[in-house]
């Protein structure tokens, strides 16, 4: 069974940083494109950045220049790094990734439980 695991969310100050981690764990044979969501309350769910396995990012208008996405491949893992955070990215975000299972050689995309992080003073 595959599961995201997602840690680094929180309470910080407007103009703090914040570091997401998520970690996929179980039986799997690679990782291709990870990346973040988010989801703030009574509000759909919207693209935040992504990254494929060979680097390549993508980053919401909303987020650039503030927020670095990286992975490191070997333990499949995905980091959001957060800077210069603003009230407007309090939500909670979700890890996504795109999985290559074993065997069947299926590429299947999976979520995170979702962390959340608020920004307030």
């Known amino acids: 069974q595959v599961q995201l695991v997602e840690s680094g969310g929180g309470l910080v100050q407007p103009g703090g940083s914040l570091r997401l981690s998520c970690a996929v764990s179980?039986?799997?044979?690679?990782?291709?494109?990870m990346g973040w969501y988010r989801q703030a309350p009574g509000k759909e769910r919207e693209f935040v950045t992504s990254?494929?396995?060979?680097?390549?990012?993508n980053y919401a208008n909303s987020v650039k220049g503030r927020f670095t996405i990286s992975r490191d491949n070997a333990k499949n893992t995905v980091y959001l790094q957060m800077n210069n955070l603003e009230p407007e990215d309090t939500a909670v975000y979700y890890c996504n990734a795109d999985v290559r299972l074993p065997i069947t050689r299926r590429l299947t995309n999976y979520w995170g439980q979702g962390t959340q992080v608020t920004v307030s003073s």
């Open positions: 990254m494929t396995w060979t680097g390549t990012t």
């Open positions: 179980g039986s799997i044979e690679s990782t291709h494109t």
